[in-house]
């Protein structure tokens, strides 16, 4: 058996994996948009496993993988075997000897992590506490799309210190752009969680206005994500200075982004006039999760591909 390549985190590929994917993303979308069939994963089996809700992620890999020419396949704790404490490594064992492909979104890292450990086929991570990677590799390509490439740029993070920053971060040392990162006292960045290489693509600010100054993308996240729920009051009082506003768009570059990866909730980490405003780039953001994780799973499942 061939160990097969995982996603998993962010720093799992190389700055030239990046650039191929990219170029696959592009040509892929451009494909779909021509209404012209490809179907390079025909009959191939996608299984997706969800501990955590999810609108975007579901539907965008489920969707992918039809149009990809294969099926695809949804767990969720409730309704199988993994929510009744079957051992993580069995159903690694189980679902990978059925399938060509598995994304899950879980919990703890170290939930994928063993379950990739076991896995016979590549293994994607659809969200965990710790990282989002196919969230970013998606606004990444959105970026590219509006400004060219990210390289040299600099992104604002504003908000909590979650899976999505986390993953920024490592994104920052991996194709070399800056992040500005500013976080409410409490829920400070730990370096040491971010898995970062310590190359120095991220500052810290007190001030979030600070943080978007000279910034050319101003992105922000829930303040409560999912799993946290219980912290939830103390957070709403802990984030209030922490929402995305005209004021901190302005503080940034002329003609800066705004990003979520969504759901949002206006007037609490961003306000309506910031991701409803002209910048906002949000439902790009949102469609491009498609055309990135269908040139993720050919990848993955396939290797590089000429056409
Ligand atoms: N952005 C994102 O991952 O959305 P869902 O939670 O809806 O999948
Ligand atoms: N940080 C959020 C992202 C949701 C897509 C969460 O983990 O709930």
Redesign the pocket.
Known sequence: MNTPRHYLQFKDFTREEYDYLFGRVRWIKDKFKRYEPYHPLFDRTLVMIFEK??????LSFEAGMQQLGGSAIYLNTRDSQLGRGEPVEDAAQVISRMSDVVMIRTFEQDIIDRFAANSRVPVING?TNEY?PC?ILADIFTFIEHRGSIQGKTVAWVGDANNMSYTWLQAAEVLDFKVRVSTPPGYAIDPARAGLAGTGHFELFADPMEACRGADLVTTDVWTSMGYEAENEARMKAFADWCVDADMMAAANPGALFMH???AHRGEEVTADVIDGPQSVVWDEAENRLHVQKALMEYLVLGKVDS
């Open positions: 809700a999810s609108t975007r992620t579901r969200l989002h969230q990866c969504l759901p």
